[in-house]
């Protein structure tokens, strides 16, 4: 698959002409996967390639800097997953203040037909795009009557039970830690990635060093003690640990930090990526009186964690 980051003036013509589907498909979940298998089937009809057309940093981030982070999946993950699903060719574009000020009109103009020259669009029923949110799926409908490309409009999917698949509802389900739950509407088990950083390295000194992760981005589950699945840069085979998310209320950490203890592990990981499989949380963050009171918690959370990693 081609990744083609910001130049959306200068689209090379092998990535041009694509079945292409628009949006930004945070999670690549099943119901951004039923738009990629109608698209996937037409670009075959068409013998066409098959693209994906979406914007970085999500509008959201753009429009709200300091909300609470919410994302679902950046960019390699969403990469991986989609390369995974047959795609093509990747777009994805900055999404800044020149492009937020395009309407819907010229969103379809410039960036549809003049750069990629889609051949044919595939959207969700509820797709709205350009300044204000001022492109419809009608404004897509009055583009394809005018012959400036094909179009297929899907509606919402939903699981057997009847959930919509969305963004927003597996969303709140990893808020509210109900981590299976979350991956039958996104169609796999919910991961971070990240780089391993340099940590105040505590850890090491109390004889559980950790691998710390910045995951600023992503959406935020409640804070704790997690039993995870760990899958470190070069291998193929997920390792298990326990983590804790949170400010470390005895060491008053700035800013929420990500940090995996992973069992039967010494090697030195620093800048190597690492994805971290919330399973289940064993706690919530908890202040001690010192730290032989830590360290007989965290031995307790690692037996816990062991445990909930064996019954899967």
Known sequence: MTVLHNNRDQIPAAAQGCVLVVGNLDGVHLGHRAL????????EEMRAPLG?????????????????????????????????????HLFAFAFDLEFSRLS??????????????ARH???????????????????????????????????????????IYSSSAIRELLQQEKFAEAAALLGWPWQMEAPVVHGDKRGRTLGFPT???????????????????VLLEGETFWRGGAANFGIRPMFKSATPIFETFIFDFAEDIYGKTMRVQPVQRLRPELSFAGLPELM?????????AKAVLKSL
């Open 296 to 304: 007989a918690q965290m031995k307790d959370d690692c037996i816990k």
């Open 121 to 163: 669009i595939v959207v969700g029923e509820d797709f709205s795009f350009g300044r204000a949110r001022s492109g419809t799926t009608a404004t897509l409908q009055a583009a394809r009557d005018a012959g400036k490309f094909g179009l297929d409009i899907v509606a919402q999917v939903a699981s057997p039970a009847g959930q």
């Open 36 to 43: 990629i298998e109608k698209a996937r089937r037409l670009a």
């Open 52 to 88: 994906v057309l979406t914007f970085e940093p999500h509008p959201r981030q753009f429009f709200q800097p300091g909300a609470e982070p919410f994302r679902l999946t950046l960019l390699p993950m969403k990469q991986r997953l989609l390369a995974e699903l047959g795609v093509d």
């Open 104 to 117: 819907g009109e010229e969103f379809i103009d410039r960036i549809l037909v003049q750069s990629l020259k």
């Open 211 to 229: 691998a710390n992760q910045d995951m600023a981005e992503y959406l935020r589950i409640p804070y704790g003690v997690y039993a995870v699945k």
